[in-house]
């Protein structure tokens, strides 16, 4: 992968200097090639990590006619197949020229033809229009930000502000999105000003220099699959073989995370089986805790498939050590505490390839989350009026153990007032009703979260996973973690094809006899044993409940009660210190609660009130 960046003038001409700034704030992503230019209205900037066609295809590229340049980040997997059928003289061995191809033949629609994961800036001289494209799954990011002036874009934050030179600002509005949501959803940001362009979107900008978006592709409805259960395996069987036979395209060394999870130990069962006698290289984390620590599954899955397996270990130290500088890369508040823990595989994957395989997706496509099972139940209680149901909800809620912690998620999301809340808290730290106390007011009207159209409620519980959860908090870390380490991530479930394929299928196939994912776990069953298979999930988890009594307690009261606080001046105060104090009690468990709290105190001290003297990450 690659960062993109680049200004469209409304009137001027481009700064080079703040191209030169945008690219160097990317230098992260793209640390083999880094270059500038500008023409006219329009400046782009590119950071090159070099994956396919390694000496050839550098940017910014520009088509022979002189009709289109273009900034690229990403891969387009069936670049080969496309090529073929390009009428075009090529230069390079490389997926960008293939793409210049395609516009100059097709012009923007050739997007319909991409299959990968790509944000790209796409100018056509002649009409004066600049292009901003997104994936359709959201794998890879793009931002932008529009004033009078024009337009300033970049595959991170830092890049557009490293061209302004001028602190960013905190949207008050979107502190509500992200205390319910632990991220902000697409096209908000923390940022004022600042906007995330959608996953599978298109911004069309013209001279006056205001984006206009443009969907081009979306899930399908659920269709009958006109075949038995059988033919159905057999066909997610072959997909998901293609998905990672596709993401295997490289130039350069590929492994795979290794968890010990269904997800992730099908990918590497399919990937050693295409392969055959090469290495593939595996990678895992440990946090040193028998509750959360997976590290003799994946040992065992390794054992079974035979790959080159590595493992790290994950401490309390790294949180305190790379908490500042790995928020600098994400431009945001880290969101979930595995976030830390996927850098240090990223890292550690960085010794031996430059690009790791990952099972992001395989709960949003199928059904994973123990949540679904739920489905059911969350429109029984919509049938109790919200007043009353909110009133048990809050009670109850008090009253349970800190072990009980699945089941408090599950009692607050029943709890919530419409269907939209309800699939919001899953995921929640706060409820509506605490976040309100919080902030002090009630969020503006067009930062409500709807429920998406669905058949079903399960149906409805997926494509609002893979619409919001899924690309503004896994992916966004998947990406800003892996290349805090110049490592390229690809999640082959997320190939769109297989997407589609899954979203046409009923609900029945996914969670079947309460049993989660049950269409995944039958493919996975051809190639792993029933005890991997079927294991409880136990997902990418951190014992931060232990860790912030003990190492880090004082750390979170410091930060989040202290007279500079930003958390302590933005939100109520008293709220926090009760919270604070609940936890150290024992009796409550508020760990994820802190953890949203410090991740925005300490993302405010990066990104916002040290923005002048943290222009490379800390």
């Keep these: 992968m690659c960062g993109i960046a680049g200004v469209f003038c409304a009137r001027g001409a481009p700064d080079r200097g703040g191209l030169e700034r945008m690219a160097d704030s990317l230098r992260h992503r793209g640390p083999d090639e880094a270059s500038v230019w500008a023409a006219g209205p329009i400046g782009l900037a590119h950071t090159r990590l070099s994956i396919i ?5 550098h940017q910014p590229m520009h088509s022979p006619d002189g009709a289109w340049s273009i900034v690229f980040n990403g891969e387009i997997f069936n670049y080969r197949e496309l090529r073929r059928g390009l009428d075009h003289t090529f230069r390079t061995q490389g997926d960008t020229e293939v793409l210049m191809a395609g516009l100059m033949r097709h ?21 004066g229009t600049l292009h901003l494209v997104r994936d359709r799954l959201g794998v890879l990011p793009l931002y932008y930000r529009h004033d009078g002036r024009g337009v300033v874009f970049g595959s991170e934050v ?43 979107h298109r911004a069309e900008i ?34 998901i073989r293609d998905a990672v036979r596709a993401a295997l395209v490289a130039d350069v060394p590929v492994g795979s995370y290794l968890s010990g999870g269904v997800d992730s130990s099908l990918i590497v069962a399919i990937m050693k089986q295409l392969r055959g006698n090469s290495p593939v290289e595996t990678f895992a984390a440990g946090f040193g805790d028998p509750r959360f620590d997976e590290l003799d599954w994946a040992q065992r899955v390794s054992d079974r ?17 790379l908490w500042p500088s790995l928020t600098w890369h994400r431009d945001a508040p880290i969101s979930e505490p595995a976030d830390i823990a996927v850098f240090r595989l990223a890292a550690s994957a960085g010794k031996h390839v430059k690009v790791v395989l990952s099972g992001e997706g395989g709960d949003e496509l199928f059904g994973g989350y123990p949540k679904y099972r739920y489905a059911s139940w969350a429109r029984a209680a919509r049938r109790i009026p919200s007043g009353p149901r ?27 007032g419409s269907e939209a809340d309800q699939l919001a808290t899953w995921f929640a730290p706060f409820t509506r009703e605490e976040r309100r106390g919080l902030i002090g007011r009630p969020p503006s009207p067009d930062r409500l979260r709807r429920a998406p159209e669905g058949v079903d409620d399960v149906d409805r519980m997926l494509r609002n996973d893979l619409a919001g959860w899924l690309p503004d908090n896994l992916l966004e870390r998947g990406d800003r973690m892996t290349m805090a380490a110049s490592v390229e991530l690809r999640p082959p479930l997320l190939d769109h094809r297989l997407v589609e394929f899954a979203f046409g299928l009923p609900s029945a196939l996914k969670v079947r006899d309460r049993v989660p994912k049950w269409l995944l776990k039958q493919v996975a069953r051809r190639y792993l044993p029933d005890d991997v298979v079927f294991r409880p999930k136990v997902g990418f988890r951190v014992p931060l409940d232990r860790w912030f009594r003990a190492g880090l307690r004082e750390t979170a009261r410091d930060r989040l009660v202290g007279g500079d606080s930003f958390v302590g001046s933005a939100l109520d105060r008293r709220a926090v210190i009760r919270l604070l104090d609940r936890h150290e009690s024992g009796r409550h468990d508020e760990e994820i609660r802190i953890w949203t709290l410090l991740s925005l105190e300490v993302w405010h001290e990066v990104c916002v009130a040290g923005w002048a003297t943290s222009r490379r990450a800390p």
């Design 53 to 57: 066609d390694v000496a050839g295809s």
């Design 107 to 127: 012009g923007i629609g050739f997007v319909d033809r991409l299959r990968g994961q790509f944000a790209f800036a796409a100018h056509h001289h002649p009409s």
């Design 158 to 200: 830092k890049a557009i502000t490293a061209y302004t030179a001028r602190a960013p600002g905190v949207d008050p509005d979107s502190l509500d999105a992200y205390l319910e949501g632990r991220s902000v959803p697409a096209p908000h940001t923390l940022y004022a000003g600042v906007a995330k362009l959608p996953p599978a």
């Design 206 to 239: 013209r001279a006056t220099g205001c984006p206009v978006l443009h969907r081009y592709w979306t899930p399908p409805p659920v269709a009958d699959p006109g075949i038995g259960a059988d033919e159905v395996v057999e066909e997610a069987d072959r997909l």
């Design 305 to 321: 498939i035979g790959t080159r397996h590595h493992t790290v270990a994950v401490r309390a130290e790294d949180f305190i050590d």
């Design 390 to 416: 909110r009133a048990v909800g809050r009670l109850l809620d008090a009253r349970l153990p800190p072990r009980l912690g699945r089941q408090r998620i599950a009692l607050r999301a029943l709890s919530a």
